[in-house]
């Protein structure tokens, strides 16, 4: 059937075009060309990486394969060599066969023939093309941004469980041409039972829920072969952020706590919650990156399969103590391990990190975690993916967004979980701030690092312990003094205690990032107002969404709904007489 053009808005995104009917039936959200533009990042580098490992694995086969053939070949002039002792009588004939067994024997691997062409044919053999799916797919637009922008994939698998967004799934699909008809294709299933029944089937499955991703998780790190990519989003930064401890609990196995690092908290207890689930089939992850943006979280992350790599996992996990008086934070390791011999023994992790009470201030702690503290980015995955996004910035509608993004995670320590902010410190002690370059050069000359994050401007990321930082701002406010505040206060006790050590606030080199040296911008304003996210597939939008929408989205809605009501509805109302007449 022909589909009436009239009734739809075209909505184009990179190379795809979407049909979007009037009425809210299938989710779409302006907002997210900057998750999708940064998975097709994403995807991009991950292609080109698993190219190069093919590369790599074909290389060290034909190594092995030449090895063998040489080995056998030693063997077997060792042997003609003893025959040809023995036998002195027929030593001319034996030199001539030697020499001529030898020359076709070591031109070529010593395999059986049928498995020398089957080496070869492997040599030859390109990588395959990777294989997708979408969990929840909606619209569509994601797989068929996928599909028609990204080089070296071969099928777009789209499921939802919305009869309504499978028909415009499968109406966007025939709209975007004969590409994307070869290429996606769309099923009305469960996507958890779909997962199930495809294990080890797609090199990269993408999870972008409405919410929590918590129940696709399981099914999920089956579906992913060995080495592929998981991509999973996280919208219900309430609970992931500490506004309701009980409910994330529940959902992701940690207890989360509200300080200033909530965001990136909530970017670990993800990842942590994704290694659980991993670990029950003897996977791991490495994450490659791992970012908050907008409203959500998203993190890129490969799945393998050890049972001995595992092992490492409580390595990776940690509890966080964080005072209640001056929000210094202490990280407790869950686990460690031993090197003896060649062996390595898993034990549990020496505890507790802190006292009772905190050594700053005296007030107690909250606890929380478990938390992935191993790095949440990779190094040259940032780097990579950040040229490429550059060299193909055409390509990309978000391009200033993710570009900024990019940037700043590069300039991160990797190494270093959570942050500090500023503003905090200051407040807790009540004195005036000093300017952040001031604070980098204080903790660099003290023979530390430190480095901003994506996830807050003011945030500051230093491997220096809180015992150093309060130091710096004791000498701080010994230069710039406050006025005198109740002694049972956290930021009077800070106060009363001598530095141990001698904050030096001369211009460090390094104070400034090559980004901000280079003033380039790394935290952009939204480009429109309303921002953000959107009302679930299939609610009606009346006028209370109006701080959620924008007014004009609002009226367009509602004058729509009015247009369509039914000519007998209508009438029937102007019928009815009035009451008490």
Known sequence: MATDLSEFTIIKEGEAEILMHAKNEVFFNKTQVNNRDLSIAVLRAFISKRKQEHETKISRRAKSAQKISENNGSEIVMEEASNESATNDEKCNTDCDAREKLSNECGSPMLPEGQKENVEGKERRDAKPIRVLEALSASGLRALRYAREVEGIGQVVALDNDKASVEACRRNIKFNGS????????????????????????????????????????????????????????????????????????????????????????????????????????????????????????????????????????????????????????????????????????????????????????????????????????????????????????????????????????????????????????????????????????????????SGTHVNPLGLKSDAPMSVIWDIMRCWVKNHPVKAQPEDQPGSIILAKEPVLEANFARAIASLSKAQAKKVARFLPNPERHWGPKLRAGRQITSKHISLLGAEAVNGALSHADSEEPNAKRSKVEEDPAPNQ
């Open 179 to 450: 590409i994307a008809c070869a290429k996606v294709e769309s099923h009305l299933t469960d996507a958890r039972v779909y997962m199930l029944t495809h294990p080890n089937e797609f090199d990269m499955v993408d999870l972008d829920p409405y919410g929590s991703p918590s129940i696709f998780l399981d099914s999920a790190v089956q579906s992913v072969v060995d080495g592929g990519m998981l991509m999973c989003t996280a919208t219900d930064m309430a609970v992931l952020c500490g506004g309701n401890g009980e409910v994330c609990y529940s959902k992701y196995g940690s207890y989360p706590l509200r300080g200033k690092y909530c965001h990136e908290m909530a970017l670990r207890i993800l990842l942590a919650c994704i290694e659980s689930h991993a670990n029950r089939y003897k996977r791991y992850i490495v994450p490659v990156l791992s970012v908050q943006m907008d409203f959500y979280v998203r993190v890129f992350v490969r799945v393998y399969t050890s049972a001995s790599a595992m092992k490492n996992t409580p390595l990776k996990l940690s509890y966080v103590y964080q005072c209640t008086g001056c929000d210094s934070f202490h990280l407790q390791q869950i686990g460690r391990s031993v090197s003896k011999n060649n062996s390595v023994r898993y034990l549990p992790g020496f505890g507790p990190s802190v006292p009772q009470e905190c050594s700053d201030c005296g007030k107690k702690f909250n606890m929380g975690g478990p938390i992935w503290s191993a790095p949440i980015h990779d190094q040259e995955w940032v780097t990579s993916m950040l040229a490429d996004v550059k060299s193909m910035k055409d390509t990309y509608p978000a391009y200033d967004r993710i570009s900024a993004v990019l940037t700043t995670i590069s300039e991160e320590l990797m190494d270093v979980p959570l942050f500090l902010s500023l503003h905090n410190l200051c407040a807790t002690l009540k004195c005036t701030s000093p300017s952040a370059v001031n604070f980098r050069s204080a903790v660099i000359n003290a023979g530390y690092r430190i």
